[in-house]
């Protein structure tokens, strides 16, 4: 059935159906084009636009619907315009004149921007609780390897010692944002775009705080032509997601490198990794290269969402019909990416030897042996000098700071004793960074402690 019959003289062509047609997309939001309608029939009936006993006929006709759709009575027919046809096409099947009173002082385009605004609002509760599912599972990494030394890089280059403990909580820091951000969006799309009709409002007597406290909005759209044309709010969610995924993709590649010979500093568990058609030997993390593979698409979703909306002159255009695949698609991508990824991270396994190692060669205490001849009295950058040469002396003869006798420490500086092996040593270099921030154990518990807070509901 077409909603706009009367003007036209013409069946509309099956190519113009199919392309105009945004049902195969839209019909994902039936339970939120469903509460919308009952609100709004309520408050027409409330506000004596229908009759009382008409509003809760419809609102009776639609409970139904939902009720059919849900246990598979009703199946949603293909070819209809768009959810938002379909059901009040339904209801007038089914109620004849009530059913077509429904749509007065409304409009398709503030009927969409509600339902849009509704759907995405519960995915958002949704994306929150994977979040702190993650959050929990790196601060319990966090927590049960506070004490394993690893190195910490700069320029992928191995730099100071850390603990994973520290290194994992980064990646907690970054969520904690993307958590917040998240509550923000959510918090700023709580407005009812429904009232503001097709562009201009309407001349019936209808109470937006009605439809905006049945709805659970916070208050409501304030200018009817930004009410059906503003799409901020999808555009912000796919950013809020890209920057997630921008997080993911980052300690994705990060687990890729450490699953690699190279480092392996870890081992993923097999349920949660893949093998080789034809190399029996290979393990390989298919779960990180696929959260970091589709980064990208989420990253498209946003660029398309800009796109769309950057030309479009006030008010609705159909053109903002193309929102729903973007961020329904930028929505599920991260909700998959999340539900794969975090019982990944949970079930990996640490080799703390090996990343102990790593951290014991390639001069990772070196700026703890400036640090030693500063605090003997020597100004930093001197300090730095002298470091400098002994790691240059040590590379010569194959030795490290740990093994270079102390006659050559003392031939480049004479402030040098045989306390500084132990003002080099791993351990104290790494539990010493006791600083706000810093790796130190006794930090990681903290912050743990800070992150669960955040999180507990
Ligand atoms: N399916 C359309 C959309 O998603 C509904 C709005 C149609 N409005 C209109 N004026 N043609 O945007």
């Known amino acids: 059935m077409k909603l706009w019959t009367g003007r036209f003289h013409k069946e509309l062509s099956k190519t113009t159906n199919d392309f105009n047609s945004s049902i195969s997309f839209d019909s994902r939001m039936f339970k939120e084009d469903i ?59 089914r109620l004849g004149d009530a059913g077509k009173r429904l749509h007065t002082a409304r409009s398709r385009n503030d009927q969409v921007a509600l339902d849009v605004k509704l759907y995405l609002r519960n995915q958002i509760n949704e994306l929150i609780a994977l979040v702190k599912g993650l ?30 403990g520290h290194h994992v909580l980064a990646y907690g820091e970054m ?7 998240l509550q923000d969006c959510q918090r700023r799309m709580n407005t009812n775009p429904l009232g503001s009709g097709a562009l201009a409002c309407t001349t019936y007597p209808i109470d937006r705080t009605i439809t905006t406290k049945l709805l659970g909005f916070d208050g409501m759209t304030n200018n009817s032509l930004d009410g059906v044309s503003d799409r ?12 997630i995924m921008v997080h993911l993709s980052r300690f994705s590649e990060e687990i890729i490198m450490w699953c690699s010979w190279e480092f392996k500093f870890v081992e993923l568990d097999d349920a949660f990794s893949t093998g080789s058609s034809i190399m029996p030997q290979k393990k390989n993390p298919d779960i990180a290269e696929l959260v970091r593979g589709k980064s990208g698409r989420v990253f498209g979703d946003l660029t398309t969402l800009l796109t769309v909306m950057k030309g479009i002159a006030l008010a609705y255009n159909k053109d903002m019909q193309e929102d729903k695949e973007a961020i329904f698609d930028a ?15 949970d079930t990996m396994k640490l080799i703390p030897e090996n990343m ?14 400036a640090d030693y001849l500063v605090k003997k009295g020597l100004p930093f950058r001197d300090a730095y000098k002298a470091t400098g040469e002994l790691v240059a002396l040590c590379i010569d003869k194959g030795l490290t700071l740990e ?33 706000y921030g810093g790796p130190a154990p006794e930090n990681v518990a903290a912050q743990v402690n800070r992150i669960k807070e955040i999180i507990k509901d």
């Open 403 to 435: 093994t270079l006798p102390m006659a050559e420490y003392k031939a480049v500086c004479d402030v040098f004793d045989d306390g500084v092996y132990d003002a080099i040593s791993l351990d104290r270099c790494a539990m010493e960074r006791k600083a």
């Open 135 to 164: 959050l929990e599972v790196i601060c319990n990494k966090a927590e049960t390897n506070a004490n394993v030394i690893m190195p910490g890089y700069t320029h992928l280059q191995r730099a100071q010692p850390i603990t994973f």
């Open 35 to 93: 509460m919308g309608s009952i609100a709004h029939a309520t408050m027409l009936g409330e506000c004596g636009i229908i009759d009382k006993d008409q509003a809760s006929i419809i609102c009776q006709g639609l409970e139904q619907i939902e009720k059919d759709i849900e246990n598979g009575d009703l199946v949603i027919d293909m070819d209809a315009e768009d959810i938002h046809t379909f059901i009040e096409g339904e209801l007038t099947k």
């Open 232 to 243: 901020d709010y999808c555009i912000e969610l796919a950013s809020v997601l890209s920057i």
């Open 175 to 181: 969520l904690l944002r993307d958590l917040s951000r």
């Open 331 to 345: 929505v599920d991508t991260v909700k998959m990416c999340l539900t794969a990824f975090t019982p990944m991270l």
């Open 356 to 369: 102990r190692k790593a951290a014991a060669g390639g001069f990772i205490n070196a700026t703890d042996c």
